[in-house]
């Protein structure tokens, strides 16, 4: 997800006139319903225009003629098309070192250990890549070209984590970064490419991209992470789920380890498990 969903319009009644598919209250009710036990997203009554034209894309592509035809043959087939659902109705805003202040604590932090010392780290919103090759870049520069340093990058969408493997952007997207990092860390495209950077091989070599639903009991790691950044995510999450998931970060992270969450969110009612550190920086207990 990496994500942070923005607000769209509300249905003013029970059925959205003038659209190419009928859309009413019921059908909207059976998505917040699905995506919830899917993936674990609380989505608020405001999503109604956001929910429709993003699903709608589905009706077309599956050839359905109606949203409650769409959904009952969802329901009852277990194959791809889920991943589809889920892939519609996560959004995906992210930027290279969004959060500046996270990565000057990251940076700190890595350099709190002696040399050599190998470091688990575990993105758990991908999205696009940014974030993870961000935090790459600030390894790399705190531990050095041979640091012993492994990041797992995951994220809920398919497709999202696809473009972050292949470490492609826009050199519109990169305005941010000092001319010192784009030479480091990126290839500037030539004739049909220009206008795009694509993520330099050793940098890409300390990723790796896997697909993890934060709600479900299946992670596959099988070693403790010293850090996890969990950022913009939770605030999809009702209470329940957001303790649950927390539950399962610290199950996957070494004492001490440090989580680093979004600005909007706070797990003061989880004290047993993590102790604040910092702004929206914790510790694990």
């Known amino acids: 997800m990496g994500a942070t969903t923005q607000p769209f319009g509300q249905a003013t009644g029970p059925v959205m006139e003038g659209r190419e598919f009928v ?11 699905l995506i919830y036990q899917r993936a674990g997203i609380n989505l608020h009554d405001g999503k109604h225009a956001m929910v429709y034209s993003r699903l709608s894309r589905r009706l077309r592509d599956t050839g359905h003629s109606s949203f409650r035809e769409y959904l009952g043959w969802l329901e009852n087939h277990d194959g791809p098309e889920w991943q ?19 990565f000057e604590i990251f940076a700190d932090l890595l350099k709190s250990k002696p040399a050599g010392v190998p470091w688990r780290v575990w993105c758990n919103a991908a999205s696009t890549g940014e974030e993870p090759y961000s935090i790459v870049m600030t390894a790399l520069e705190s ?24 470490g492609i952007y826009k050199l519109d997207n990169l305005k941010g970064l000092s001319p010192e990092r784009m030479q ?7 004739d049909s490419n220009a206008g795009l950077v ?56 070494k004492p001490g380890g440090m989580l680093f969450v979004g600005h909007a969110e706070n797990f003061s009612e989880s004290r047993d498990l993590f102790t604040l550190r910092g702004k929206t920086v914790y510790e694990r207990r």
């Open 23 to 33: 859309w009413t209250d019921a059908d909207f009710e059976r998505v917040q319903k």
């Open 84 to 102: 589809e659902f889920v892939n519609a109705l996560t959004t995906n805003l992210t930027a290279f070192f969004r959060e500046q202040h996270h």
């Open 143 to 166: 531990l050095g070209a041979n640091a012993a340093f492994k990041l797992m990058a995951s994220d809920i969408d398919s497709k999202v984590l696809a473009s972050a493997a292949q």
């Open 184 to 190: 480091r860390f990126f290839l500037r495209g030539k």
């Open 198 to 253: 694509r993520a330099k091989p050793e940098m890409r070599r300390f990723i790796e991209f896997l697909s993890v639903n934060l709600i479900r009991d299946d992670w596959p790691f099988r070693e403790p992470f010293d850090v996890v950044f969990c950022r913009n995510v939770m605030i999809y999450f009702d209470a329940p789920t957001q303790r649950g998931v927390l539950e399962r970060i610290h199950r996957v992270m």
